[in-house]
């Protein structure tokens, strides 16, 4: 992979489009491309393009203030810039970087109102995924990919930590960086997450809990419920039964004592038919006799018609008296359950043994049911049925008198009236069946009455129990298979009603309620558990990344320093360097040196020793910086800022070597970095840049012939008086051929 192109259109003082081209490798050796041109007329800027096109956001290492000073300002004659955009494009034929494609062209492009936008191929894309993909092909802004101008023994000013940044692009452990740092991020995001869902889910929980506690009392309701309308279908299912059943059977009965008594009249109509056909007959007689025995007859009739009218009466008032009792019955009810608990109370509360006997007995008396025969009826309906009996029984008398009256007068004349008082016999005889006929046809009468109050009563008390299911089990023929009796199943119906009221009603929304919270609950812990699989996922990829990283780094590390040490002496002709790691442990030392040594502390910024502080936190073998000893030939010192401007250049150049010798970036730019070295130092520049191209792509930016004269081609910058930079560019081929350059 090699840089092919740079556009640069708007940046800086580049106003117009501008190309620049650079030539492939030809065999083994990449090209060398040179851009020179007098001070201020902007050559520089052509690196900070390439710096800030691979995605630079420090001001300071563009040489600007703010992000507007990278677009054209204007200048005389010309109107400002609405926008910078620079685009490289790579030779991606080897696939360095890994995407599909033989050409990879990156855009960075910047508006004045503040929108910027990353291109890849013209597409959109993130930044962080723009610089994980240049680290992954070993390119980087601030690496040695690109050494802008005084920044050459930057390495060697910057602090040991800022040092460790710069070796962890040389040692080509970037990519696994940006990606720790994108796992560290997802992982400080999980475990925000991950408190977040806790907390949600410990301000859910006890809600939960409440409603769990109201869905058990809700699930035991709706059990009691269940047993106790199964219990109520048999129960009234049994009741309505036996009562249809009863009733059907007395309604029978009575419908064949009606039938009965409808006959045994028909047969007494017709015997008193034929009794007052011979009393007629008899009439026209003068016997004194017939006479009298016709008066007793008529007094005996009339005797009879009103002993059958009070009976009548009788039978009334005693069927009045019986359905009261069944409505006084039906219409009992217990005491409610807090009324029996403040009798209780209040029996607890009495002290004296004789008033507790007789509230116990009053309560008692209160919860039992009355039975049928200790229901009193009313008193007026007592009393009527009373004078109705006495009644009775004097016509019953009269006519117990009349009859011996009628057979004493039957013996007188037994031979005339044998066929009268035959017939009145026989008449008496109809009299009395008759009379027994309707007394167990009233006496039916009565018990259907009493039976159908008490099925009018079953009915509504059904409808208020089974609600919905009355109408079935009245249509329905019941077939409760075997069941306890019906006292049992009273008993237990009860005993389920009170253990209703103890459980309460439940509010049928927190049903709806607690299955929501569940869902939710349910929905949050999977997610708690997602997001701890997650953070151990990411743990463990941090592990191996942090793994890659400290092996890739140690390799390399040494690598480096072996060839620093090369180049070293190849510039200094002699001497001797190294590259020191310095451990969190070795910082420690040094805190507590800063801290113990006698005005030292007010020496030392208290940032940096905040700074410090925090590394000191890490394990004790981590690198957190790098220190650099060099010794030039002929002297003892290693401090580096004892050293001079020019040892300080071919140190950092050595150290620059080394690195790209280790791990070889696809290009260099090198922006003046030769400005402090003489003619000879140069020359042994110029060398070592010659033997490095065997490896990487050199831009260099220069003013010295030495350099210039490895250059394959060479870009001149020029500057006009509007301000605006030009390029000419030159091939030296093509200049030893023609004489000539060409723009």
């Not at 039938?259 to 028909?266: I, L, P, S």
């Not at 007094?299 to 009976?311: D, I, N, P």
Request: proline residues 2%.
């Amino acid at each position: 992979m090699f840089l092919q192109k740079l556009e640069i259109q708007g940046f800086k003082t580049f106003a117009k489009k501008t190309v620049l081209s650079f030539p492939g490798p030809k065999g083994k050796t990449n090209a060398l491309t040179a851009i020179v041109g007098p001070n201020g007329s902007g050559k520089s800027n052509a690196a900070d393009a390439i710096r800030w096109a691979l995605g630079e956001q420090s001001l300071k290492m563009l040489r600007g203030k703010d992000a507007e000073d990278v677009i054209f300002a204007g200048a005389e004659g010309k109107a400002r810039a609405g926008f910078a955009e620079v685009s490289l494009s790579f030779n991606n034929e080897d696939r360095s970087l890994p995407v599909d494609f033989a050409e990879v062209t990156i855009t960075r492009r910047l508006y004045r109102d503040g929108t910027s936008e990353y291109l890849l191929n013209n597409t959109a894309r993130r930044l962080s995924d723009l610089q994980l993909l240049l680290a992954e092909g070993n390119v980087g802004q601030r690496s040695y990919s690109v050494v802008g101008q005084g920044h050459v023994d930057h390495i060697l000013v910057a602090s040991p930590e800022e040092r460790k940044a710069f070796f962890d692009d040389a040692t080509g452990v970037k990519q696994f960086q940006i990606k720790r740092h994108s796992a560290v991020l997802k992982l400080k995001r999980t475990y925000e997450n991950l408190e977040e869902v806790e907390l949600i889910l410990r301000e859910i929980e006890p809600r939960l809990r409440t409603l769990k506690r109201a869905i058990t009392r809700l699930e035991q309701r709706q059990e009691v419920e269940k047993e106790l309308q199964t219990l109520q279908w048999n129960y009234y299912g049994r009741l309505w039964s036996e009562l249809m059943t009863s009733a059907k059977a007395i309604r029978l009965d009575f419908e064949a004592l009606n039938k009965q008594v409808t006959n045994e009249r028909a047969r007494l109509e017709g015997l008193e038919d034929k009794l007052e056909t011979i009393a007629k007959a008899e009439v026209s007689t003068k016997d004194e006799f017939t006479s009298g025995g016709g008066e007793l007859q008529n007094k005996y009739r009339l005797l009879q018609r009103q002993r059958s009218t009070l009976r009548d009466h009788e039978f009334a008032a005693q069927k009045e008296i019986e359905l009261a009792k069944v409505r006084a019955q039906s219409s009992w009810a217990p005491l409610p359950l807090p009324q029996i608990i403040d009798e209780i109370k209040t029996l607890l509360a009495e002290k004296s043994l004789t008033n507790l006997y007789a509230l116990a007995k009053t309560l008692l008396k209160k919860l039992e049911r009355p039975a049928p025969e200790e229901i009193k009826a009313d008193k007026t309906l007592l009393k009527k049925l009373d004078d109705v009996r006495r009644e009775i029984s004097v016509k019953e008398k009269a006519l117990k008198d009349l009859e011996s009256e009628i057979d004493r007068q039957a013996a007188v004349s037994k031979n005339e009236r044998t066929e009268l008082f035959t017939i009145q016999k026989d008449l008496r005889e109809k009299q009395s069946a008759l009379y027994a006929v309707e007394q167990k046809r009233n006496h039916a009468q009565i018990e259907l009455a009493r039976l159908e109050e008490r099925q009018a009563n079953l009915s509504k008390e059904i409808d208020v129990e089974l609600k919905d299911r009355s109408s079935t089990l009245k249509s329905s023929s019941f077939k409760g298979g075997e069941t306890p009796p019906l006292q049992i199943l009273s008993d237990t119906i009860s005993k389920l009603k009170y253990k209703l009221e103890l459980i309460g009603g439940i509010d049928p929304e927190s049903i709806k309620e607690y299955g929501e919270t569940k869902e939710r609950f349910e929905f949050l812990d999977s997610q708690v558990s997602d997001l701890r699989s997650a953070i151990k996922d990411t743990e463990k990829v941090i592990d191996e990344l942090d793994e890659k990283i400290q092996k890739q780094s140690a390799k390399q590390f040494k690598e480096i320093n072996k060839e620093f040490q090369r180049y070293f002496k190849i510039l200094f002709g002699g001497g001797s360097c190294s590259l020191v790691q310095m451990t969190a442990e070795d910082e420690a030392r040094d805190l507590e040196k800063m801290q113990t040594a006698e005005g030292a502390i007010e020496a030392v910024d208290q940032e940096t020793l905040e700074s410090i502080g925090e590394r000191v936190k890490m394990r004790a073998d981590a690198i957190v910086g790098i220190d650099i000893n060099a010794t030039p030939p002929g002297k003892r010192l290693k401090a580096l800022n004892l050293l001079s401007g020019g040892e300080r250049a071919l140190t950092s150049i050595a150290l620059l070597s080394a690195i790209m010798a280790t791990n070889p970036s696809p290009f260099v730019v090198l922006d003046e970095v030769d400005a402090a070295l003489d003619d000879a130092n140069t020359a042994r520049f110029a060398a070592i840049l010659e033997e490095l191209r065997t490896l990487t792509q050199f831009i260099v930016i220069t003013h010295n012939r030495a350099t210039i004269e490895h250059a394959d081609i060479i870009y001149g910058v020029t500057m006009g008086n509007d301000g605006v930079s030009n390029l000419l560019s030159v091939r030296l081929e093509e200049v030893t051929k023609n004489g000539t350059a060409r723009r």
